[in-house]
Structures are given as structure tokens and as C-alpha cells.
């Protein structure tokens, strides 16, 4: 079954304790995205990589870093969490052809808390 | 600012009747337009698309419309069904540029 997967699901933190939340696709996806969703702000790109080993900054990367060293897992890392990272977060992946349908492939979602 | 707007944060409607949700954008240079839906603890799923080279697009009881001087695009739904309700976020994207832009999402109510 085609499908993109994050873990943990749900993550109570404190400020400032390190955390990653882990991201797998087993589509052979290229294209692999992370959003985080806010009431009122639809998603919003935080980073995004074209392909392994290469990432670049959505609109909201501060406090963020993401890594591709394989295909299949794009990990979101914060390094030092904040209670204005307290948010859902998506993680996304999709097919690099423009000429067909690149529609997005996303996963659960992560509900994270930063006490 | 938001490039992408859903003006309406809720929409309710009667089983059996039309869905209409609308999106506004302020970007002229967006040339394709998706729609996805949400159900509580999930992610989106893709739903429909539009590129801008055409006006209307089809899928069953779906039909996405995209009026390009208005800046406007619309999802309607006919007929609504219980298992429609679900928050419908509008997105959008240019050229080459695989980011997509979205909208806050509207959620969609289906009464019985």
C-alpha cells in the first residue's frame, strides 16, 4: 500500500529538548515536503527536498532543520523546541512530473506540544 | 499576506443539495490549482485540479471552475453527501515551482 508515514503521532515536549519526527515514503517519491498547520493559516512550508541530499527553506524554516540522505526518509529535527512550535505537522511527498498529476502524498500528521 | 484566500472559515449544507466553496488569489502567475481534503486525523488527500489553460474540470460529483480575471477558482459538490464533510483547503502553484500555496481551508458541513 502506497503511503507516507510519521512518527510519533502525538509528542508532549518541554522548551528546548531536542526532538525529530521521523518521515518514510515507500513510493520512490523524489519530491518530499514538510508543512505545519495553524488555525487560520492553512498549511505552511517549512522545508522541502527535491531529491536526496538536496533541501532548500519553504516559508517557515527558522527553528527547523530536515535532512535526505535516502530516498524513502526526510526527518524533521528541532534542535532547540519553542511553545511557538506547538502545531500539526504533515509530511509530504510526490512524483517530480509536472505533466502528470503531481498531486501530494501526505502523511497522518503530528500533533506536537511544546510545553 | 496570503496569496491564496478561503474567505468562508465553515460552509453548512444540506444532504442531497450543492456545495459551493470558493478560493481567491492574488498571484497572477499561478497556472495550476488543486483542492484537497482534510478529515479530522488525517492528512490531506488530493481531490481535483485545474491548470489554467482551461476553465473547467470534471470528476464525478466534483467540478472545479477557474476564472482567471477574477482570480477566482470554486469547487462544487453535487450532490453533497454525509461523508463530504471534511475541511477543504484551496492550493496553488507556478511554473516549474513545485511549492504549493494554500489557503486556510473551509469546513464543509453536510446536514442530514
Known amino acids: 500500500e502506497a503511503q507516507v508515514t510519521q512518527n510519533p503521532r502525538y509528542l508532549i515536549t518541554v522548551t528546548g529538548k531536542k526532538l525529530t519526527v521521523t518521515c518514510s515514503q515507500n513510493?520512490?517519491?523524489?519530491?518530499m515536503s514538510w508543512y505545519r498547520q495553524d488555525p487560520g493559516l492553512g498549511l505552511r512550508q517549512i522545508y522541502y527536498?527535491?531529491?536526496?541530499?538536496?533541501?532548500d527553506k519553504g516559508d517557515v524554516p527558522e527553528g527547523y532543520k530536515v535532512s535526505r540522505k535516502e530516498k524513502r526518509n526526510f526527518p524533521l529535527i528541532l534542535e532547540s523546541p519553542s511553545p511557538n512550535q506547538t502545531s500539526l505537522y504533515f509530511c509530504?511527498?510526490?512524483?517530480?512530473?509536472?505533466?502528470?498529476?503531481?498531486?501530494?502524498?501526505f502523511g497522518p500528521g503530528t500533533r506536537l506540544t511544546v510545553l | 499576506d496570503q496569496q491564496v484566500k478561503q474567505n468562508s472559515p465553515s460552509l453548512s449544507v444540506q444532504e442531497g443539495r450543492i456545495s459551493i466553496l470558493n478560493c481567491d488569489y492574488t498571484?497572477?502567475?499561478?497556472?495550476?490549482f488543486l483542492w484537497y481534503k482534510k478529515y479530522p486525523a488525517e492528512g490531506p488527500t488530493f481531490l481535483i485540479s485545474?491548470?489554467?489553460i482551461k476553465d473547467k474540470n470534471e470528476d464525478g460529483r466534483f467540478t472545479v471552475f477557474l476564472n482567471k480575471s477574477a482570480k477566482h477558482l470554486s469547487l462544487h459538490i453535487v450532490p453533497s453527501q454525509p461523508g463530504d464533510s471534511a475541511v477543504y483547503f484551496c492550493?496553488?502553484?507556478?511554473?516549474?515551482?513545485?511549492?504549493?500555496?494554500w489557503g486556510a481551508g473551509t469546513k464543509l458541513i453536510i446536514k442530514p
Open positions: 509530504a511527498s510526490s512524483t517530480r512530473d509536472r505533466a502528470s498529476t503531481d498531486t501530494q502524498y
Open positions: 513510493m520512490n517519491h523524489e519530491y
Open positions: 527536498s527535491m531529491n536526496v541530499e538536496v533541501t
Open positions: 498571484n497572477s502567475m499561478f497556472d495550476y
Open positions: 485545474i491548470s489554467s
Open positions: 492550493a496553488a502553484s507556478k511554473g516549474s515551482n513545485y511549492q504549493l500555496i
